[in-house]
């Protein structure tokens, strides 16, 4: 676990990111998961699940998707900080990564398969189930290992209950964290009184009442 690159590539008193702290050790087999919506040079999503006491990330140009037929590039980059996880907010101009940052999901995940999470990074193909607001089920990230600079994987989603052909993500472009749009997080207006996902659902049942 390193966060050296993740500490070199900023400078704490400029931005609101958190500087990393002691390394805490987490769960063999299960952990926490976030992903966060970043609109920095280019829209992306960052893919971060929680393995040996760091949170081993990857940024996902088109984001994660409940359709199995659609496999997405992420890009594997450094460790960032278990503190990261549920940080929402705006880096400012002329810091590393300058853009608004949305806590676009959170949740648990278990591991599948017998190899540490570890083990199966090196081996190119790590297997979970995620237990997300907005995402559920088992996916599996695929190392393409002679492609690019060494660092370019796949997120694909396995087939199971909860796959969803033709998803959208656009479709759920708002904060589990505060319900904000990116704008409002951008425009650093206040978080939403009731998150978006809980008024869709308050929505929901008043229609199938
Ligand atoms: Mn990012």
Do not use: C
Request: hydrophobic share 35%.
């Amino acid at each position: 676990m390193s966060l050296q690159e993740y500490a070199r590539k900023r400078d704490f008193r400029k931005t609101p990111e958190p500087e990393p702290g002691k390394p805490v050790k987490s769960g063999k087999d299960s952990g926490r998961f976030f992903i966060q919506r970043h609109n920095a040079t280019r829209l992306h999503y960052d893919f971060r699940l929680e393995i040996d006491g760091a949170l081993k990330s990857w940024a996902v140009p088109k984001g994660p998707s409940l359709d199995p037929s659609v496999k997405h590039l992420a890009a594997m980059v450094e460790d960032h900080p278990l503190d990261y996880g549920d940080f929402e907010g705006n880096i400012p101009k002329g810091n590393y990564g300058a853009g608004s940052v949305m806590l676009w999901d959170r949740g648990t995940f278990e591991l599948e398969g017998e190899a540490s999470a570890m083990e199966q990074i090196a081996k190119g193909d790590l297997k979970f189930t995620l237990h997300g607001e907005k995402l559920q089920g088992s996916f599996v990230l695929v190392h393409m290992k002679n492609r690019g600079k060494g660092n370019e994987w796949l997120i694909i989603k396995h087939r199971d209950d909860f796959v969803q052909p033709g998803w959208d993500i656009e479709n759920y472009a708002y904060s589990v964290k505060t319900g904000r749009t990116q704008e409002e997080i951008a425009s650093d207006l206040p978080a939403h009184r009731q998150p978006a996902a809980v008024k869709n659902a308050a929505a929901k049942k008043k229609l199938h009442a």
